[in-house]
């Protein structure tokens, strides 16, 4: 009696994720390449999807691979399945070259002008 609906294959796109600056939600870039039927160039497409992530763990860069869902909102019909790469996160250390960041020089000058 206990048997559960088979679960049909659901859509899935891998692309780079574009934006994570809305809460749970991020928005990826699917590029394909397809012959133009004219004149039989290969061009790129993009097209941008809406992502449920419920924890937050993909990040800007990532190449990330989603699955087709029911409606969450508006424009959400995609869920984070896996992250398939993640990107170089870059971050300058400007103490290491002599800078002082740029919160620290403005306090340093309002306590100069005293």
């Keep these: 009696m206990s048997e559960t609906k088979p679960q049909g294959n659901k859509n899935e796109q891998v692309g780079t994720v574009v934006s994570t600056k809305m809460a749970k939600t991020i928005i990826i870039e699917v590029t394909r390449r397809v012959q133009h039927p004219l004149y039989k160039r290969i ?14 763990k993909a990040k800007m860069g990532d190449v ?13 019909r995609w869920q984070l399945k896996e992250i398939v ?3 170089v996160q870059v971050t300058t250390d400007l103490s290491a070259i002599g800078i002082a ?5 403005r306090v340093s000058n309002k306590k100069g002008k005293k």
């Design 43 to 56: 061009i790129n497409k993009r097209k941008k999807f809406y992502a449920h992530d419920e924890e937050g």
């Design 101 to 105: 960041a740029a919160r620290e020089m």
């Design 64 to 76: 990330v691979r989603i699955i087709e869902c029911r409606p969450l909102s508006k424009l959400k």
């Design 85 to 87: 790469r993640e990107a």
